[in-house]
Nanobody
Framework: VQLQASGGGLVQTGGSLRLSCVASGGTSSNLHMGWFRQAPGEGREFVAGIHWSGTSPYYADSVTGRFSISRDHAKNAVYLQMSDLKPEDTADYFC????????????????????WGQGTQVTVSS
């Protein structure tokens, strides 16, 4: 399975963006999926994750209440709706997937996901 992320761009503070991550080469319906981000000079930070069933979303404290993760099994996709964007949200956003390790562990620091997609850049201007 490969992951293709898209939807990044330039937006003003307070604006919104919707990121998409589509799986190809196999089904994603049995994979926990989620989003991470990495700003220049920083480590990869967990943003949001969702269970393979579409339940139990987890969010980083910094995005809770502003970002929402969802998935569509029919489209083999996971989405990240980002609202009230701030300059500190500026980063490359990556989608990831894992068949066994739950997203609650991703929030606690797990980074050895089985599958990573390429990044999509999000820039929030002040």
């Amino acid at each position: 399975v490969q992951l293709q992320a898209s939807g990044g761009g330039l937006v003003q503070t307070g604006g919104s963006l919707r990121l998409s991550c589509v799986a190809s080469g196999g089904t994603s319906s049995n994979l926990h999926m989620g989003w991470f981000r990495q700003a220049p000079g920083e480590g990869r930070e967990f943003v949001a994750g969702i269970h393979w069933s579409g339940t139990s979303p987890y969010y980083a404290d910094s995005v809770t209440g502003r970002f929402s993760i969802s998935r569509d099994h029919a489209k083999n996709a996971v989405y990240l709706q980002m609202s009230d964007l701030k300059p500190e949200d500026t980063a490359d956003y990556f989608c990831g997937a894992d068949s066994t390790v739950p997203t609650s562990s991703w929030k606690r620091g797990y980074r050895s996901l089985e599958i990573w997609g390429q990044g999509t850049q999000v820039t929030v201007s002040s």
